[in-house]
């Protein structure tokens, strides 16, 4: 069964509830480890499985630099859209 699991979370804790999200978020099933991590992590009697659920939490997250790229791409894209239709447009 370790083997399933992501290379990062083979270390983790065993307790039932994580060992649940793991294997969700190993399915791709973010939604539920957005879901279930966060109470996770408050409720938790121990502070290695607080800290696990909050590992499984941030890897669902967006990487920041790819935020920033997409933002770039946008503006970069609405740039010469505006240009092209300034110049040769649609029109």
């Not at 996770?40 to 499985?49: F, G, H, I, Q, S």
């Not at 499984?56 to 239709?85: E, F, H």
Request: charged residues 25%; hydrophobic residues 50%; without cysteine.
């Amino acid at each position: 069964m370790k083997s399933d699991l992501p290379t990062f979370a083979r270390d983790f804790p065993s307790e039932a509830r994580l060992d649940a999200l793991v294997r969700a978020f190993a399915k791709g099933d973010y939604a539920r480890v957005r879901r279930e991590a966060p109470t996770l992590a408050k409720t938790a009697d121990r502070d290695d499985v607080k800290l696990a659920a909050r590992t499984l939490l941030d890897r669902t997250k967006a990487d920041p630099l790819m935020i920033v790229i997409l933002m770039l791409t946008g503006a970069l894209l609405l740039m010469l859209s505006s240009y092209w239709w300034a110049h040769n447009g649609a029109g």
